[in-house]
């Protein structure tokens, strides 16, 4: 039987139905594989045990043959490939679970994998953004916000700028096409941020006529 655990949303990725004068400008999600090496250092991980292993050989050589001390790498290897493959599967569920939304008002972000929660960032809550562009055009956004504006670094990892724990920076991590997200952001923002805003003043009493 088929499940579906976000059902309830009446839009995807948003816990209620936008308001007329609201709409999407853009949804995605993740990279898996870029947010396992941005998120989980799996690169970092894979070149550490690679480390140990040619370490390892290097030790054996000095008492057994080449060929044999070649052998006593291959489990380092063989652990070092089963600990990427953790990391990528976390990132990849991490990734499907994830759904960041752009639209003429806000950022909202749908995060988490066993603990689902929504962030909802207006334009006029965000200080500034702050693109992190690799050369596949993959990139993270970060979002500095207003002094009042607080979440939780540990509740919002990995969807946060790494380091940033004493004012957390929600962040749209690893995801396609960044560049042009961020125009796209950045656009939407100052149109939102310059736009007039109307408000109701109480009406002063007529004057009283001098005698």
Do not use: C
């Amino acid at each position: 039987m088929h499940h579906d655990d976000f059902k309830f949303e009446p839009v995807p990725g948003l816990p209620e139905a936008l308001p007329k004068d609201e709409h999407i400008l853009w949804q995605g999600r993740p990279d898996s594989l870029r947010l396992a090496k941005d998120a989980w250092k799996l690169n970092w991980v894979l070149a550490y045990f690679v480390f140990l292993a040619v370490a390892r050989v290097a030790a054996s050589a000095q008492s057994v043959p080449l060929t044999t001390a070649m052998g006593h790498g291959i489990p380092l290897l063989l652990t070092g490939m089963l600990a990427g493959a953790i990391l990528i599967v976390m990132a990849t569920v991490q990734a499907r679970s994830t759904i960041y939304t752009l639209t003429n008002k806000r950022v909202a972000m749908r995060i988490g994998a066993a603990l689902t929660m929504t962030l909802n960032l207006p334009y006029t809550q965000i200080r500034n953004a702050e693109l992190m562009l690799h050369r596949s055009g993959k990139g993270t956004i970060a979002f500095e916000l207003l002094d009042d504006t607080r979440f939780s670094y540990l509740m919002t990892w990995p969807h946060t700028r790494p380091w940033r724990f004493a004012q957390t920076q929600p962040a749209l991590r690893s995801i396609p096409n960044a560049k042009a997200i961020a125009a796209l952001f950045a656009e939407a923002a100052e149109a939102r941020v310059s736009e007039p805003k109307i408000t109701r003043a109480t009406p002063e009493p007529d004057a009283i006529a001098a005698e």
